[in-house]
Nanobody
């Protein structure tokens, strides 16, 4: 039983910034990759950014240079700093984490509830 709680979404003007936060809680032995996906109306969910437990990062081409993902492993949290926001960044953003609840167990993928980000003038 693992829960991901997201916060930080909202309305921002083009060129503005937002910071999304996601905290994982529950039965957590270890966490591997944590990241962010987004889904716009009429579009399928796409990866925005992901960071492994070893701090390796991957970004969607559309957000490179503008978004930064970071982790606080001690708190099982992942952040997404979003700068220079564009209208096309408008979407519901979902936190994602691969979690091992027991040392001998498997990794399972968990999702947050989503937080709306709207970029509009």
């Amino acid at each position: 039983q693992v829960q991901l709680v997201e916060s930080g979404g909202g309305l921002v003007q083009p060129g503005g910034s937002l910071r999304l936060s996601c905290a994982a809680s529950g039965l957590i032995f270890s966490t591997n990759a944590m990241g962010w996906y987004r889904q716009a109306p009429g579009k399928q969910r796409e990866l925005v950014a992901v960071m492994t437990s070893g701090d390796s990062t991957t970004y969607a081409d559309s957000v490179k240079g503008r978004f930064t993902i970071s982790r606080d492993n001690a708190k099982n949290t992942v952040l997404l700093q979003m700068n220079s926001l564009k209208p096309e960044d408008t979407a519901v953003y979902y936190c994602n984490a691969d979690v091992r609840s027991r040392g001998w167990g498997n990794l399972y993928t968990y999702w947050g509830q989503g937080t709306q980000v709207t970029v509009s003038s």
